[in-house]
Structures are given as structure tokens and as C-alpha cells.
């Protein structure tokens, strides 16, 4: 009787171990799959507030494979990591540029620019891509949102 308790408790433990094994290969391909062509890139965008902010982070995420957008109102520039298997940079200026703003490559859609609230309508002249504040851009645009 010993024996055979003694024989089902080592399948016991060679069954469990097999087992273990799977579930460990079944996780690493898991995690290949969740692995993406992480690409980030930072080019300048005009607007003026909160309100554009919105907007610009709205067409930037709303292209298949943008994983983040993040618009800065003072330095007139956003950080966008995206997916580079889904899209590409200039698939991500042309979203925001149909929303009506203009990048540093692509012009803003004219009649997507006449239905922005007065106060999203900023200067085609503005400067993009500021290491600082543009003057009078103190950073108190950030308590609208």
C-alpha cells in the first residue's frame, strides 16, 4: 500500500511540474506579443489654450497606434510615443493638421481652423518649438484645464 502512495504522489509531482512548464512558456510568448515598435518624436504645433490642447491630444490619439500625446501650450511642441508597425510621424501631422492646426510640415485645415472657438485661433506667424515660453505665456494656462 506504501508503495502505491508513494508512486501516485511522484505522478502527482511530475504531473504539477509539467504543468508549471506550459504556463511558463505560455507567458513568454504572451509578452512578445504585447512588444510594439515604440517609436517617440516631438515636433512644434500652434495653438494658444487649453481648449487647443485638448483638440491637438485628441487628433494625435485618435491615429491607430498613437499610444501618447502630450501637447505643451507654452512651448508650442507635443511628444507623441507611438506605435511605428500602426503608423508614422507624417500619419500623426496630418490627424492634428485636419483638426485645424498647423504643425511645423503640415498646414492646418483652413475650414477646421473657421469652426475653432476665437479663442483657439492662433497666429499663423507664432513661433513652434520653443526651448522657452513664449513671453507673455506665463504658465497659468494650465490651471483652465
Known amino acids: 500500500?506504501?508503495?502505491?502512495?508513494?508512486?501516485?504522489?511522484?505522478l502527482a509531482v511530475i504531473g504539477m511540474t509539467s504543468c508549471k512548464n506550459?504556463?511558463?512558456?505560455?507567458?513568454?510568448?504572451?509578452?512578445?506579443?504585447?512588444?510594439?515598435?515604440?517609436?517617440?518624436?516631438t515636433f512644434g504645433v500652434r495653438g494658444?489654450?487649453?481648449?487647443?490642447?485638448?483638440?491637438?491630444e485628441k487628433a494625435a490619439n485618435s491615429v491607430d497606434g498613437v499610444v501618447s500625446a502630450n501637447w505643451d501650450i507654452d512651448l508650442?511642441?507635443?511628444?507623441v510615443t507611438y506605435d511605428g508597425a500602426k503608423t508614422d510621424e507624417k500619419a500623426i501631422h496630418?490627424?492634428?493638421?485636419?483638426?485645424g492646426y498647423d504643425t511645423d510640415k503640415v498646414a492646418g485645415n483652413k475650414e477646421a481652423y473657421n469652426?475653432?472657438?476665437?479663442?483657439?485661433?492662433?497666429?499663423?506667424?507664432?513661433?513652434?518649438?520653443?526651448?522657452?515660453?513664449?513671453?507673455?505665456?506665463?504658465?497659468?494656462?494650465?490651471?483652465?484645464?
Open 1 to 10: 500500500m506504501k508503495k502505491v502512495m508513494l508512486s501516485i504522489a511522484v
Open 22 to 41: 506550459q504556463t511558463e512558456e505560455k507567458q513568454e510568448t504572451t509578452e512578445e506579443v504585447k512588444e510594439m515598435a515604440t517609436a517617440e518624436t
Open 48 to 56: 494658444n489654450c487649453s481648449m487647443c490642447k485638448r483638440t491637438i
Open 76 to 79: 508650442k511642441k507635443i511628444d
Open 94 to 99: 496630418n490627424a492634428i493638421a485636419a483638426s
Open 115 to 145: 469652426k475653432l472657438p476665437q479663442c483657439c485661433q492662433y497666429d499663423h506667424e507664432m513661433k513652434m518649438s520653443l526651448t522657452e515660453p513664449a513671453e507673455g505665456e506665463g504658465g497659468n494656462h494650465h490651471h483652465m484645464e
